[in-house]
């Protein structure tokens, strides 16, 4: 099977779910530099909301979704083969959730069950793009060879489920083209497979460990790792690769919003069919779970969801070390990193950090209901 016959039956293994949503048909022609995405990001689940925030100047009232705004449609890329799927194809015993315990002393009374009950029904349970949608960096490139393996007990696994390579914990194997496919320290398999750790374990590509999954392909005899994360992971570390985390939190912050709006734009506007950015600061640096902190972490939950708009589209958020990089690089335009964690000294919330940096936007939630 050729690479191209491998690719294209992983695009028929993939969901591909659609959502019809709308943006302006107007754009900020002033913000040349701050590209807007045509649109918001597909979850296929139930629906898109954006939630203006207070905080940022020029934020505006609740997009009205009529007749006036265009449409977009986009792509929840999430892979058909998943490892539980796999393990029980393979009849492998699959890890079950624990049982709730239930402690019969402390319970509440009935009257009280039932209120939680209609006040739980009465507040649907909302999920924010953070937890929905999987994001595909590039994390090697053109290698010819690249030493994987995982933390715990993993699997090499070919795309249709049907061959793997076993890997133990914390043993490395080396992955080598091998004519049209791949092999693994002599495990030889086709040309596109997915790398996974089980029981909540990181999978090890090249030095670095990472959340997620990796899918490794063989493009004409050279390597391409493409690293499968959700978004909440992926910018926990992007957010300590591109800041300190002992800077001060809002300036975290500010990053983690930054980062999350440059990466759903490069998300629904690709680098490439097989990835939507690479690690580099090309795009935006991430170097996996060595440089995540609890402050980068809370830095993300704290603005879950959150993203820079501009008339319901999604900015182009670029941000560079300092003024004067913004100025050489970005012709003015976009964040200065130094400069926000030097506004966070001096008592800016995150929300007036962005707003001093991109002008006339405004600060939106993407969820999920």
Not at 135 to 153: C, D
Not at 189 to 197: F, I, M, R, S, T
Not at 259 to 270: C, D, F, I, Q
């Amino acid at each position: 099977m050729t690479f191209q016959q491998e690719l294209d039956r992983i695009q028929r293994l993939c969901f591909r779910r659609h959502l019809q949503l709308r943006w302006s048909e107007t754009g900020p022609t002033w913000l040349s530099r701050l590209v807007l995405a045509s649109g918001a990001v597909l979850t296929g689940i139930l629906a898109l909301w954006l939630i203006p925030l207070p905080g940022v100047r020029g934020a505006v009232e609740p997009l009205a979704f009529d007749g006036k705004l265009n449409h977009g449609f986009f792509l929840l890329r999430q892979s058909f083969i998943g490892l539980y799927t796999f393990q029980e194809r393979q009849g492998l015993p699959v890890a079950a959730a624990p049982e709730d315990q239930q402690d019969t002393a402390s319970a509440p009374a009935p009257e009280e069950a039932n209120a939680a009950a209609s006040a739980a029904q009465s507040t649907p349970e909302v999920m924010v793009i953070d937890d929905a949608l999987e994001m595909r960096v590039a994390i090697a490139r053109r290698a010819s060879t690249l030493n994987v393996g995982t933390s715990t007990q993993g699997w090499l696994v070919d795309t249709g489920g049907q061959q793997r390579c076993d890997i133990s914990p914390e043993t490395s194997l080396i992955a080598q083209p091998s004519g049209s496919g791949l092999t693994f320290s002599g495990c030889q398999l086709p040309g596109a497979v997915w790398l996974e750790a089980i029981h909540g374990g990181y999978v090890f590509v090249e030095g670095s460990w990472y959340k997620g999954r990796v899918l490794l392909l063989n493009q004409g005899g050279q390597l391409l790792a493409v690293n499968f994360v959700f978004l909440r992971d992926y910018l926990s570390s992007v957010v300590g690769s591109e800041m300190y985390p002992h800077w001060p939190l809002e300036a975290l912050k500010a990053q983690a919003v930054a980062a999350r709006s440059y990466a759903l734009t490069h998300h629904v506007r690709p680098a490439s069919d097989h990835f939507d950015l690479d690690n580099t600061q090309r795009y935006q640096a991430y170097k996996g779970i060595a440089v995540e902190t609890n402050t980068t972490q809370a830095a993300v939950a704290a603005t879950a969801g959150e993203f820079i708009s501009y008339q319901g589209g999604i900015v182009e958020s670029l941000y560079a070390a300092s003024d004067q990089i913004v100025q050489e690089a970005h012709g003015g335009q976009g964040m200065s990193q130094s400069g926000a964690r030097d506004h966070a000294n001096q008592g800016y919330s995150y929300s007036q950090i962005l707003g001093t940096y991109y002008p006339g936007t405004s600060l939106s939630r993407l969820v999920v209901q």
